[in-house]
């Protein structure tokens, strides 16, 4: 290889590096929904007498605005855990056959995480 250029990158160097963007942008997401999830819930409600009666918590998730707002906080919220997770487990020094398990495994574990969270904030919706 000549000096001064560069090898080129691994396919899981690629990898490694759009997972990584991913986690940072998530974690950015969460922040900014975390924040507005916090004072929705917890400063705003002091307009109406403190906690959110079920009658309340109805009303404001029938809200498409809160609704599309409370999916994409569920949404960011597994999607940072999962690849967090799958982090944690890959810096244990995983083999590449179980690094692609754990991949697939986390992300089934994903789906039905937000499918089932999904699940019950349209039920709520769908009583408001």
Do not use: C
Not at 28 to 44: E, N
Not at 80 to 95: C, E, I, K, Q, W
């Amino acid at each position: 290889m000549a000096v001064g250029v560069p090898a080129p990158e691994t396919a899981e160097q690629r990898s490694g590096s759009r997972t990584w963007r991913a986690t940072a942008l998530t974690g950015v997401v969460v922040l900014v929904l975390v924040t507005v999830h916090m004072v929705a819930h917890h400063f705003v409600v002091k307009r109406v007498g403190g906690l959110r009666t079920y009658n309340q918590v109805l009303e404001y998730i029938g809200d498409p605005v809160i609704l599309v707002l409370e999916e994409l906080f569920l949404v960011a919220v597994t999607w940072h855990a999962m690849l967090g997770l799958r982090a944690v487990l890959f810096d244990l020094g995983l083999p590449d056959g179980w690094r692609r398990r754990v991949s697939r495994g986390l992300a089934v574990l994903g789906v039905l995480t937000i499918a089932y969270g999904s699940f019950l904030v349209f039920t709520l919706a769908s009583r408001a």
